[in-house]
């Protein structure tokens, strides 16, 4: 059974860090693209960042390179999100994703190429 568990959500003043983390297991980690998303209340599922199969690449759309790096430990089946400067825009439901990426490269990948998808982990950025 494939399991997708995020953590280290919590609340943060504008301007703080979080690091979250997600924990695979069920499937061989290095051989999916792996990715987060966020979903705000009333929002559509966003993209954040997409770390092609193996972790030779990354993609963020738009500037959220700016402020979040995703990485991954294959030894340990984890994906990692850093994030810095945190705004309350940024308020959401986190969750990771596997996906076969199946000849896609990480920038052509949308919420629908994803399998796999955690619960999610909520993220507060409030003063």
């Known amino acids: 059974q494939v399991r997708l568990v995020e953590s280290g959500g919590g609340t943060v003043q504008p301007g703080g860090s979080l690091k979250l983390s997600c924990a695979a297991s069920g499937i061989d980690f290095s051989a999916y693209c792996m990715a987060w998303f966020r979903q705000a209340p009333g929002k559509e599922r966003e993209e954040i960042a997409v770390?092609?199969?193996?972790?030779?690449?990354?993609y963020y759309p738009g500037s959220k390179n700016d402020r979040f790096t995703i990485s991954s430990d294959n030894a340990e089946n984890k994906l990692t999100l850093n994030m810095f400067s945190l705004k309350p825009e940024d308020t959401a439901m986190y969750y990771c994703a596997a996906s076969t990426c199946p000849g896609l490269p990480p920038s052509r990948l949308r919420p629908g190429d994803f399998v796999y998808w955690g619960q999610g982990t909520q993220v507060t950025v409030s003063s």
């Open positions: 770390l092609s199969r193996g972790a030779s690449s990354t």
